[in-house]
């Protein structure tokens, strides 16, 4: 079984959406000890670990904050080591939403860190992308029971039509996804974008709804360096924030004042 009780989980989440990144820590290290390949304390820990490193370089404790990059680091490598040598021939259903196809929001925090670092290293670009999917149109028809799932899992497909093997896309949470694009710099990123967008746009949804129309809102941003993962999403979703308030169904850049 790879997966924790539900409630210490739903308890680490709790404390580190309240700020509370070392109780986090305290919670899911002892779940990571029974079981290495429980990928959502791992999850978990990689975001306390960067959480508290930002905290002590705020406080001006460079040396525990470079403590804990180094620890958070190695948690993160060792997650990758054990998914390339699992022993098991199955594949593993848990790293893929079932719904879309794309990864599950666990893989970001798994998978971007190295691809960001990468990136730097060799001085090539990487954009995220925040994408979620626009209230269906007409909205009477949005009501029509299991359409929302059944978008989603069209859109899924699109997406992945449009991801490279070296890019990574998931599933963020209900109707988001979120894209990582290797090797790009944001002109480049803002065309995929646009043939992501204009697909669904131009999809045929005739077969599960004649009426139905759909458009997605997107955010991006490019990597830059010193970046955290927050500071990366967080400029993603103020291009978000801002698809949103120019009308959805566009695509705009994020900056933050």
């Keep these: 079984m790879d997966s924790a009780p539900d409630a210490e989980v739903q308890a680490a989440e709790r404390a580190l959406a309240e700020g509370e990144a070392q109780r ?68 593993d259903a848990s790293q893929q939403d079932a719904l879309t196809g794309l990864a599950r929001r666990e893989a970001l925090e798994l998978r971007l860190p190295p691809m960001m670092q990468q990136a730097l290293a060799g001085n090539r670009g990487l954009c995220l992308v925040r994408m979620e999917l626009d209230p269906l149109q007409p909205s009477r028809v949005a009501l029509t029971p299991g359409l929302v799932d ?40 803002r065309t995929v974008c646009e043939r992501i967008r204009r697909a669904v746009q131009a999809h045929d949804w005739a077969p599960l709804h004649e009426e139905l129309r759909v458009g997605v809102s997107l955010g991006m941003t490019a990597l830059r360096s010193g970046d955290s993962i927050n500071q990366l999403m967080a400029r993603a979703e103020a291009g978000l924030i801002s698809a949103r308030r120019d009308g959805r169904n566009c695509v705009r850049t994020g900056v933050l004042s």
């Design 24 to 91: 986090c820590r305290s919670l899911v290290e002892p779940l990571l000890a029974k079981n290495a390949l429980d990928w959502r304390a791992r999850a978990l820990l990689t975001q306390a670990l960067e959480a508290l490193s930002e905290q002590h370089t705020e406080a001006g404790e460079h040396a525990q904050a470079l403590a804990l990059y180094q620890h958070f680091h190695k948690v993160v490598v060792e997650g990758l080591q054990l998914r390339l040598t699992r022993s098991d021939s199955q594949p």
């Design 150 to 189: 059944a978008v989603l899992r069209d859109v899924g497909a699109i997406v992945r039509a449009h991801c490279r093997a070296k890019d990574l896309a998931l599933r963020y949470s209900a109707e988001s996804l979120v894209l990582v694009l290797s090797e790009v710099e944001l002109s480049t990123a």
